[in-house]
């Protein structure tokens, strides 16, 4: 809980809901972080719009009780909840023009039903929807009070942007191969059941070990991530993951398992030997062209960036980071990412006993037959965060969600609303 929710309390003088508060605070504050988000809170608070808002806690987020004005205040202010790193923005931004022909009007199908672009937004709790085609902005709209100027939280699109930094390292040589033991880079793992896992497999969440991800579960092993996270200990998120067991062998089975994320992440902070926040600024914010700082949660003070959740960008540089990946990697003319990997990190992949499995390395490709046709491919967070992008058809869509459950809230398909924006705007032959 934040502290200015305990303010809120007293100041409407309920004693009942300033004791809930306090009990709140007390249990939710990671330790340590008391001053460091009071500090960021006075550091932002001059230049970002959103600064001194009422927001929540990092439990209701995953519990889902948010009232829908408290989420949206949340969701874009989470570098307050957990001591958060800093990517740096470009000195020469990426120009991002406004297309000749702008979108004003759209509907589509969903389901055997005509949903007209407005609806889509008001029954998805879209808070902000920036549409790319051939690198200029056909749609850019803001809702709930958000501006350009405002971060939006990535949930488990993170973990794309984490897996292209496994790209980045590769390129460098910083990491060997994808069929390196995780264990070799976290030699803490050695003693665990990752001991013999792949980078590949954690990579597609298929390690076999055990996992269970209910966000609203306080017992799940996604909770206990959480709470790793929130005692701010050094190695503590770690700890969690040494603790599992196998289910399967591995490259058989695929689990959504946002702690293998968190592994990735240990990884890349072993291997590049700096924070993955400073190695995102250097490969790809500053020589892309990012106008905005951006920021990413901590799994303690100095510690390492949470790999499968708390990046919060701006609305435009999310889409920056889709022309980015459409860009085969290129920033200018270095390439960041090895030749082929925007491909091979994004389509579907096959299990060692031959099943296909509808995930990639951290990416969702399509599903449609004509978004697998086009190599489409989406990131993916909860309470409705989107990041697509389509190849063929040269197009990125940006979707910031503020749904108040963390899944289960979107009345629309959103996958049949960029289907249907992919096939108004094809490039044609």
Known sequence: MSVSVFKHCVRNKSFALT????????????????????????????????AKETIGNVRQIYDGVLSPEIAVNTFRNIDRLFPSALVRKSKQP???????????????????????????????????????????????????????????MSMSIAKSITSSLVGAALQQKKITNLNDAVSRYVPELKASAYQSISLRDVLMMASGVAWNETYSDPNSDRRHLLEAQISQVPGATMQVMKKLTAAYPPNTFMNYNTGETQVVAQVLRNAIGQSLATYLSERVWEKFGMEADAYWWLDSAKGVEIGGSGFSATLRDYGRFGLFMLNGGYAGAEQILPKGWTYEATTPKQLANGKL?????????????????????????????????????????????????????????????????????????
């Open 19 to 50: 004791l809930l508060c306090c009990a709140m605070l007390c249990t939710s504050m990671p330790v340590g972080a008391e001053k460091l988000v009071r500090a960021s809170e006075r550091q932002s608070s001059v230049s970002y719009p959103h």
């Open 357 to 429: 499995i509808p995930y990639a390395y951290l990416w969702w490709p399509g599903t449609s037959p004509e978004a697998l046709a086009d190599g489409a491919y989406s990131a993916i967070g909860i309470h409705g965060q989107y990041l697509y992008i389509n190849p063929r058809q040269n197009i990125v869509i940006v979707v910031w969600g503020a749904q108040t459950k963390p899944t289960g809230a979107a009345v629309i398909n959103d996958r049949a609303f960029f289907d249907a924006i992919s096939r108004e705007f094809a490039t044609k032959p």
């Open 94 to 152: 990426y120009a991002l023009p406004l297309d000749a022909k702008p979108m004003k009007q759209f509907s589509f199908i969903d389901r055997g039903q005509r949903i007209e672009l407005e609806q889509y937004l008001e029954l998805n709790r879209v808070a902000g929807i920036l549409i790319l085609k051939d690198g200029k902005i056909k749609l850019e709209k803001y809702r709930y009070g958000n501006t350009p100027q405002t971060r939006w």
